[in-house]
């Protein structure tokens, strides 16, 4: 078992030159990849479409090159927003790749989709459950116990206009009508759901009213984006697994607020396995954050603004903050960060991985 | 001689609370005051009207204290802009105010202002020749030599539509007819004056075109930002002087690019006279720094898509990242970072410098 | 009795040149001004400050016109946003005016302020109940039946950040916790106040939920800004009062959507007591409309997208829409357009009213 | 000869379900397409994937439907920005159906594409003429003089980023190195290019500096629209012709200014042959306009707000403005407005052309 990732930028949320490129040089076999996670320069927003306009050409492409069939397996995990220096890429995870011979306890990776959900289900129970057994069922097939689990990554739906006019239509409640708080909603009810697979929540102290609820209930490690593309969660699950021999590992930390520099070093440091501190970020392979908006108004002890801004919404900000904080840990600018961390790491903060290079 | 700065927090544009607080407690003597570098929460672009509303209300308080014409010598240099964790305060220097017995070569003060401008000397070498005499004339009366000085703060005006209006009636041509971006030819010609009357750029090489059209000429210590509130260029500038007793000192530093946290770093130990390269971030009294989108599209050898966002100026998001930066150094928001760096520090980098306790 | 109302443009939100000349050519005395209902050219969202800086600035003058204590008799109901077309203006309200001999039946004001509210109160019915009451005891004053009341403008608080922030550390549950989403429900409780008071709605009927909850019951004359500025509720009702000389008349529609451009002409065709359907736009003193994105995501059962866009506000894109309406009624574009109708006509419409010369 | 429009409605930008229904109903023949004109719902500016995602879509369905040849030929016109009440539509252009007997003079289209630009000729001469060549043919081929001409669709590219940039390595200077700018060069020259073919401007009086510098020489009849995903100009160009029996008719008019609703009936009234100032909204298949922002910042003598507000690009408020006009005079919102109109009609002005059912 390996597990490998490849990071190629985008020039736009339609270009596959980089990935063609990578595979026309056999550096990269489309029958092995199981997911893209990909930085899309949209306003990461409701009205996105840079994320369904990358998905559509990857899928297009994969069906091209595997037949329609096999291209469904591969998750199509669109982030969006680059704000501020983030640059727009893609990070592709294969497996079965090249394995190194020395190594055993390196990065596993296992990928799945929930059932579609209902509109009602968005940000509710059905949604946690639904998650948590699916994450459950992935860390199984990877032989990984719960420490061994360093990143949750999962895509979910939002509620859509439509979906509320139906809802209004059919006397259906939903977790909310406002369609850019459903993301908060959903993306905190998939979070919940991984927390629950790790043992970091327990289900039975769960309920609805939790969910944005009750935001010192979260995961360390699940990292959610919501998008207008899909109506299920998608789940990509990340590890070190006694049984994988890639030559990459994985290690995380959790960002205290959104200026916690030191967990982006302990990430780094982590998945180097390093035991003085330092580590290499040229043997970084990629950095993956959540960011979020300080839900108190403060960030050590003084007032932000980006709850007040009504022209910007603050998830975009607060993605330029944490991607220039990883940006500046590493010298470079192609680094995964995520917005909108509810129940992921403690309210203003968020977890944070890195994936090295042994 | 003697300089000091207080730095104080604002719940809004008009909150003068904290201002007052300092001056009942008689920490702060109001006739001592030379001027307000604020970070004012607007768009930081052309209809931030928090700029004005703030200098407003600081105008009415200081005519009620010192009479209407007292108060017109304190300079009222508002930036607009707190995006991301950027923390909406004041930055209050004044003078004559508490010395060290043991110290020279302290924090030294100048302030002043130019004549006003007509719309189509702004941007342009009129603009140039007018700031580099005012900036000359302060380092003149500081005793400061060109070494001294660390750091040249420029309130500078804008064109307006109506401007445009009048111009295009009266058949003259204006530097651009675009509001938006005379604030970057006002800027940049005003950092021009700078640059000049500090020897680092020669008049003799200038002529309009170079305004915005030779960005490899610029300042290492100007700041300068616009607003609408104003006709003329405020200049305020900040050095080393060996006829200051103050307890403050300055330092700076170029940043090379917005991630340039090195240089952020070398301002505070600069400012702290440190040979070990270390610094104690409690002393730092506060950090003023430029920010620019990188003009060629690019940051560390990939893209950013700052220029192409028609959602959100890029002088917004450049503020949010070199905010991240600096707040990241000092484990505090309330840092002031003004966008649009044009001819201050290379293309994408700018002026940083810190003040510090002794 | 008598009623008057000016027009008088603006070039910044600080401009008070119109209305000084109006003053100096002695054709508006300040101290019967009543109220001011302005088009301030902020975003009309939680953080715009055109809306205090102008009210700043008007009671600074009126202060200085009439001394302290009178200038807080005026109210300074300030509506942000001038979207599109919308041109900023101040309707200056005043009394004791010029009369007309011949008519009885003219325009008649009466202006007032509720107690602040705390911010647990406000969206609820404590909002409705005082609302209601001074609504109530203004009409009174006036002598002025229900039918008779044509326009009952209301400039309400919000629920600012730090307001969540208290509430949060008291345990004090909020109406909502989203400070864009506060203005709405308190638009929504003032609103029902007026409809409680001028028999369109039944108190007995409402309760908290009903807020924002059941937007069939409405206020055909209801026009609610919200506003960081205050923390009460400032009520200025007019009517057509048998007791007033006034030249001038009010009128009324209710629009039902956005585009019911015929509810504009009704208004302005009422106001002039027309019969054959005309009017001369000559006469008409101004136009007040309320704008609201149709909750039910259609516009004349076709998709809209303004509840989907995470760019712009919908409430700014609303008022562009019927701004444009309004000012091709009138061939002008100082017309007041106010946004958010929760509670004000029916979803998606809102109340109209012309004021015109008799 | 005969041409022929039908108009769907899109859920998002890859929504082809009414495209299909159309086709499976055998209502439309994919063979017969010419042109899709298409309303999009992204910002319609610079970062506007919603443009590209809809054509990438339509293009993979006009493949599968004709193969990838045939698929080449129909223009993938997309105007990007739903504004307001604009209704996100497809107008689809098709030839060769269904004839009508009694009628000749109807409507005729005829498609193009010009050759590939290079980023130093958009907005420029080369631009002109080579677009004024190709309508010229489209005319000929059409024999239709150029009185018969009423619309004349061209989607245009822009300079992007990485144009900027290698312009800059190359040293070629380029019309703007604005890439939002960039767009109202290219709709400004190919405008011109139109002009020229349809004898409003003489080409001899033309040279680089007249584009966007003599905004008195324009088009009546062009409408151009801007975009990131091509780098020719596609044409469609539409007038009645003798030789056509479709059952449709074009009408158009000149908007003197964004409340011009007069000329928006005009274009209805003559599209419809009446002479007595009629028409019937329900006969109208479609009206396509064009909106711009008022350059003069004023309008009807009053200033407007729209060049100076720097959060929302004055051409998204342009269009909410004329989307709404035109939606007011036809009763309905899937109407076709599109953004910039730099030579096409007067400052602040634009074409507006019906076609209507005989």
Redesign the interface.
Known sequence: MSAFLQVV?Q????DLSGLRALVESEQLDPKRIVAFLNKT???G??????R??CA??LH?YLSGELGPEAAEKALLIMSGG???????HMNVFSQDGPESDQVTGGLAIGAGKTRDFKAEEIGRMAMVEETARLATELMESLSLSKEDVHFVQIKCPLI???D??EA?EKGVSLATT????SMGYSRGASSLGAAVALGEVELSGLDDSKILGALDLYSGVASSSSG?ELRCCEVLIMGNSPLSRSPLRIGHAVMQD??D?DAVVQACVESQGMTDGNFDPEKVANVFAKSEVDP??????????????????GT???R??????V??VL????VYVSGGAEHQGPPGGGPVAAISWI
Do not use: W
């Open positions: 930028g020039a736009s949320p339609d320069e949209g306003n927003c409701v009205n996105d479409f840079a369904g306009y559509h050409v297009e680059c704000e501020g220096v983030l640059s727009p859509r206009s439509s509320v006019t209004q406002d369609t850019l708080k207008i959104a200026l520099r108190s108004g403060m960030i050590r002890g003084k007032r932000h603004t980006m709850l007040q801004d009504s022209d910007v919404s975009r900000m607060s330029a903050v944490v991607g220039a904080i940006a500046s010298g470079r600018t192609q």
